[in-house]
């Protein structure tokens, strides 16, 4: 009688730890279900919110962004007036082209070719970064190196390149990019640096300003050192070959 109580209580405990242990993995799993649901539609909202931004900024001009605001609290003020592509002069963009992304109209976002150099090169420049990239980190992100910012800037740059025009994507481009400390934009640095207004920069004078890319803060446009004029000289020639090869055709013709 006595072993037969025994064994009754040993399945009792036995079977009252399973319980218990069955109850504490049903509420993580819940608790872990819950966590993947509340991330998933997190992701969900916030693609679905950047597309919308993405192709609300197809039409309106992006002001403002963290860069500018940045700057501009850092400095008290900064140069900048939004301009239309076409009231360039037609030099101005195929020179930027050329120095920053000579094949962007040959590709989608990304320069695989341009991204194997630079990281065979350390010392390269440039080639690594897209215009269409760069766009995307200037206008929708932060400047920085993390992986997070990276994924999203990829993030946004196959959106740009699905919802924009090439020229479009030209057009922020040449109007979002630093040209000397605290001066965004090629109208604003072609006033700054020669007192011309946009339709009527030269050759010479749009080899300087995107000659002066990608260090605007180290290099002058108006005061240019040896290098920047070898620099000025192979981006002219490099304007004129994109022009006569048709890789400026995406943002001229469109």
């Known amino acids: 009688m006595s ?10 405990k036995k079977g009252y730890v399973g319980v218990a242990v069955d109850g504490v993995a049903g509420f993580w799993r819940g608790w872990i279900w819950q966590i993947f649901k509340w991330v998933f539609l997190s992701v969900l909202i916030g693609a679905a919110l950047s597309i919308v931004l993405v192709v609300m900024l197809r039409f309106v001009n992006p002001y403002m962004t ?13 140069e900048r007036d939004w301009t239309p592509l076409k009231e360039f002069s ?9 120095a920053e992304d000579a094949n962007f109209c040959l590709h989608i976002g990304f320069d695989i070719e341009g991204i194997k150099s630079a990281l065979a090169d350390n010392g390269r420049l440039r080639g690594g970064s897209t215009i269409s990239q760069q766009v995307a980190k200037n206008v929708f992100l932060w400047q920085g190196r993390t992986w997070v910012r990276k994924g999203l800037e990829t993030w946004f740059t196959l959106l740009i390149e699905i919802f924009w025009s090439k020229a479009r994507i030209v057009e922020v481009y040449l109007n979002i990019t630093e040209m000397d400390e605290g001066v965004f934009g090629a109208a604003a640095a072609g006033r700054h640096y020669f007192g011309v207004e946009p339709n009527k920069i030269s050759t010479l004078e749009a080899g300087r300003l995107a000659a002066v890319l990608p260090s605007p803060k180290k290099r002058s446009a108006s005061i240019p050192t040896p290098f920047i004029k070898k620099q000025t000289r192979q981006i002219i020639a490099g ?7 048709g890789r400026a055709d995406c943002f001229e013709n469109s």
């Not at 963290?66 to 900064?78: D, Q």
């Not at 037609?90 to 050329?98: C, D, F, G, N, T």
């Open 3 to 12: 072993m037969l109580r025994k064994k009754i209580k040993v399945r009792r």
């Open 239 to 245: 304007a004129r070959m994109i022009e006569d090869d």
């Open 90 to 98: 037609p030099v101005v963009a195929r020179s930027v082209v050329a």
């Open 66 to 78: 963290y860069y500018f605001v940045s700057e501009k609290m850092r400095l008290g003020t900064i």
